[in-house]
């Protein structure tokens, strides 16, 4: 898996301005929790693919971007979270174990 991190809110313009030709994912990850690490190992074990970028965002020192993400992708915080960005906007949000890369790409093909 190749994790673009997330270490500055001026990474989001920029994730909004790429969706608009790229599909872009953010996973928002805790390393205080048991079920985000189960996450976060199976999307790194599933095949990534080429037409979607993939952002890391560490929610234990990086709080204030995570809230800044629900602000302006108008989610309900969830830890471990997946958002899937297109057009600017939020257009799927999963949480917990419900995370997986085969919806991930279904999103993203289809909507």
Known sequence: ????QITSEAQLEEIKAKSK?????VFKHSFRCSISGMTKSR????????NIDFYFL??????????????????????PQVLLIKNGEC???????AIRMEE??????TS
Request: aromatic letters at 10%.
């Open 1 to 4: 898996m190749n994790w673009i």
């Open 58 to 79: 560490d929610l234990i020192n990086y709080r204030s971007i995570s809230n800044k993400i629900s602000e302006d992708f108008k989610v309900w915080h969830e830890s």
């Open 21 to 25: 030709t790229k599909p872009q994912v």
């Open 43 to 50: 999307l790194e074990r599933s095949q990534q693919p080429d």
């Open 104 to 109: 991930i790409v279904e999103q993203a093909l």
């Open 91 to 97: 257009i799927y949000d999963e949480s917990h174990t």
